[in-house]
């Protein structure tokens, strides 16, 4: 969860929405961890690959305790993520976003989002597509205190 200094929640409407199960698909940025990395590298990894912020441009704040998990709801199965998989299982963590939004690139190599914005973190909840809304609402909860 990426914050900025108002408070807000940076979120990016997916290019592939539409096979997400939204025409408007929006998400945190988030992703997968790479054999033998750790979580905490992970997620700065993935944040500079879907929204060029690097790591000197963040302060890390806070972790979840345990791993939040969904599933694919039974239309998606086999159709996203090349079949592969049923859900994820993820770590998440806070982020201070210590930028400019000019210095936020969502153009990159594997670009994932057609645009962004800062939300409200409830606002957010209803922006997302439902089968992830209960992870975000543990999200939003364990990290509401950074949101001030």
């Known amino acids: 969860m990426l914050i900025?200094?108002?408070g807000l929640v940076?979120?990016?409407q997916r290019l592939d929405g539409a096979a997400s199960g939204a025409a408007a698909a929006w998400q945190m940025p988030q992703?997968?961890?790479?054999?033998?990395?750790?979580?905490?590298?992970a997620a700065l990894r993935e944040l500079g690959e879907e929204t060029?912020?690097?790591?000197?441009l963040v302060e890390v704040l806070g972790k979840t305790p345990d791993w939040l998990t969904y599933d694919l709801p039974p239309e998606l199965l086999g159709k996203v993520w090349g079949g592969k998989y049923r859900g994820q299982k993820q770590k998440w963590f806070a982020m201070r976003y210590l930028g400019r939004d000019d210095q936020v690139q969502i153009v990159q190599p594997h670009q994932e989002f057609a645009r962004w914005q800062w939300m409200k973190a409830d606002e957010m909840l209803g922006a997302i597509v439902p089968f992830k809304r209960a992870v975000y609402?543990?999200?939003?909860?364990?990290?509401?205190?950074f949101l001030a």
């Not at 609402?137 to 205190?145: D, L, S």
């Open 4 to 6: 900025n200094p108002a």
């Open 10 to 12: 940076f979120v990016g």
């Open 31 to 41: 992703g997968g961890i790479d054999e033998g990395e750790k979580p905490r590298d």
């Open 52 to 56: 060029g912020v690097g790591p000197g």
């Open 137 to 145: 609402e543990a999200v939003v909860a364990e990290f509401r205190g």
